[in-house]
C-alpha cells in the first residue's frame, strides 16, 4: 500500500513513521509512505498557507490553492489511484470498521488540517472522505494522521508477527479484548488466574469467551448493541 501524508508539519510525523511496526513495514515494502509539505505548494513568496476568513471571525483559514496543487502533484507521482482523506472533527468516526476497510486500498492520500479550518472548497473540489478520531479537536491533523496510519498499517499481511493476534484484539470481534497476563505467576501478591496455567486449551478459550464478554457488558454495552444490530442484518 502507497500512503502519502500532506502536512504542514511533515517533520512531526517522519520520526512516527519510522519507528516499530509502521518502521519495520515501511522497510520491508508492505506499506510505501510519503510525507510532502503542504508549503512547498504555496506558490508566493511569503510561503503563505492560510488566510482570514471571509465574513470575519477569529483565526485562520487554510486556502485551497496549496491543497489542490500538493494533491494534483502527489497523485501524478503514481499511476495508482489514491483514496482522498481529509483529517477533521466533522468527518466519520474511525472505529476499526473504517481501519479495516481502509486497509483494503492500495493508496491513501491524507491531508492534515490546521488553523481555524480548511476553505469549504476544498471538501467541495477534492470530495474527499471525512475522518475524525474523535470528538475533541486538535490543533492539527497530524496526530490524527498517526493514529489513522498506525490502525491501518498494522492490518496489512505481514504488517504484524502473529495475525493471529489481530483477531483477537479488541473490537476485532466486536467485544473488547479478555485479559491477558505474562510471568510471573505471582506478582506482589496477585495471581494469574489458574486456568490459563492449567494446559486445558478448551477452557482457556472458554475462559476467554466468557472474559471478553464480561469485560465488554461492563465497559461498552453499547458494542454488543452494534454487534446485535450487524448480525441481524447480515
Ligand atoms: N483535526 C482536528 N481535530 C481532529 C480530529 N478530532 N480528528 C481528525 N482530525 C482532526
Known amino acids: 500500500m502507497r500512503i502519502d501524508v500532506l502536512s504542514l508539519f511533515p517533520e512531526a510525523l517522519e ?11 515501511r522497510q520491508s515494502g508492505i506499506a510505501r509512505i510519503h510525507c510532502t509539505d503542504i508549503r512547498g505548494f504555496a506558490g508566493n513568496r511569503h510561503q503563505k498557507v492560510d488566510d482570514r476568513p471571509f465574513g470575519g471571525g477569529p ?6 490553492s496549496p491543497v489542490f496543487d500538493a494533491v494534483a502533484n502527489v497523485e501524478s507521482e503514481d499511476p495508482v489511484p489514491a483514496t482522498r482523506i481529509l483529517l477533521t472533527p466533522q468527518g466519520e468516526r474511525l472505529t476499526q470498521r473504517v481501519a479495516r476497510e481502509l486497509a483494503c486500498l492500495p493508496r491513501l492520500l491524507i491531508i492534515c488540517g490546521h488553523y481555524e479550518g480548511f476553505d469549504e472548497r476544498i471538501r467541495l473540489g477534492l470530495a474527499p472522505r471525512e475522518i475524525s478520531i474523535g470528538d475533541y479537536v486538535l490543533s492539527g491533523g497530524e496526530a490524527a494522521a498517526m493514529v489513522l496510519v498506525d490502525a491501518v498499517v498494522r492490518l496489512l499481511p505481514g504488517a504484524v508477527g502473529d495475525e493471529e493476534s489481530i483477531e483477537d484484539e479488541s473490537f476485532s470481534r466486536g467485544l473488547l479484548e479478555y485479559p491477558q497476563y505474562t510471568r510471573p505467576r505471582t506478582f506482589r501478591g496477585m495471581e494469574v488466574p489458574e486456568v490459563l496455567i492449567s494446559g486445558d486449551h478448551a477452557r482457556i478459550e472458554e475462559w476467554r469467551r466468557s472474559e471478553s464478554a464480561r469485560r ?3 465497559r461498552r454495552p453499547d458494542l454488543l448493541e452494534e454487534k446485535g444490530q450487524t448480525q441481524d442484518t447480515d
Open 59 to 64: 483565526g485562520m483559514v487554510m486556502m485551497c
Open 15 to 25: 520520526p512516527f513513521f519510522e519507528a516499530s511496526i509502521i518502521g519495520r513495514a
Open 216 to 218: 465488554t457488558r461492563e
